[in-house]
T-cell receptor, first 113, second 114 residues
Framework: AQSVTQPDIHITVSEGASLELRCNYS??????LFWYVQSPGQGLQLLLKYFSGDTLVQGIKGFEAEFKRSQSSFNLRKPSVHWSDAAEYFCAYRPNTGNQFYFGTGTSLTVIP | NAGVMQNPRHLVRRRGQEARLRCSPM?????VYWYRQLPEEGLKFMVY????????ESGMPKERFSAEFPKEGPSILRIQQVVRGDSAAYFC????????????FGPGTRLLVL
């Protein structure tokens, strides 16, 4: 079955600390991979995406993610977290055939001063 | 360059009433997708529509839910005889063509059923 797993339901980091949010997918081929951020009461904003090529992708707001085929992972990272990064983060993939996105259950990020 | 628009942003209904959620895709996009986000969960695909056609409704509940995307006007997600379990955020996304790699999401409609 196709699925996306975000093993960390909630993460708390100090402002200025580094961040890594985990994402694993289960799919036979390499899908299109995405990270979205959702602030409370808001919609989804695309942070970055991976389709092919360089396995380290840069996104907005200083975020990056690395695709590791051997681990079926697409972890999101940021070297120094800002208080405004507090939000819900969703990993998603779209199979390279088909139209729907599959989302993980999300990781809630709290940033403490 | 407006993004995906959804209205209303918040909707309150009593059990048994009907809920109508509207989605206007980005300019130039003719493909619309509806997703539902239950509390504490990720988004789940419901239905994919092109103008005047339902392409994939594999995620739609079999009863009470319907969707349309007419030739003119927004896409409509309709929920008849709402129940408390329908309370959720409903997100619409659009893309310019079938198989487009990226979907662009609207701000969502938060439905609360009393």
């Amino acid at each position: 079955a196709q699925s996306v797993t975000q093993p960390d339901i909630h993460i708390t980091v100090s402002e200025g600390a580094s961040l890594e949010l985990r994402c694993n997918y289960s799919y036979g081929a390499t899908p299109y991979l995405f990270w979205y951020v959702q602030s409370p009461g808001q919609g989804l904003q695309l942070l970055l995406k991976y389709f092919s090529g360089d396995t380290l992708v840069q996104g907005i707001k200083g975020f990056e993610a690395e695709f590791k085929r051997s681990q079926s992972s697409f972890n999101l990272r940021k070297p120094s977290v800002h208080w405004s990064d507090a939000a819900e983060y969703f990993c998603a993939y779209r199979p390279n055939t088909g139209n729907q996105f599959y989302f993980g259950t999300g990781t809630s990020l709290t940033v403490i001063p | 360059n407006a993004g995906v628009m959804q209205n209303p942003r918040h909707l309150v209904r009593r059990r048994g009433q009907e809920a109508r959620l509207r989605c206007s895709p980005m300019k130039g996009h003719s493909h619309v997708y509806w997703y539902r986000q239950l509390p504490e969960e990720g988004l789940k695909f419901m239905v994919y529509l092109q103008k005047e056609n339902i392409i994939d409704e594999s995620g739609m509940p079999k009863e009470r839910f319907s969707a349309e995307f007419p030739k003119e006007g927004p896409s409509i997600l309709r929920i008849q005889q709402v129940v408390r379990g329908d309370s959720a955020a409903y997100f619409c996304a659009s893309s310019p063509r079938a198989g487009a790699e990226t979907q662009y999401f609207g701000p969502g409609t938060r439905l609360l059923v009393l």
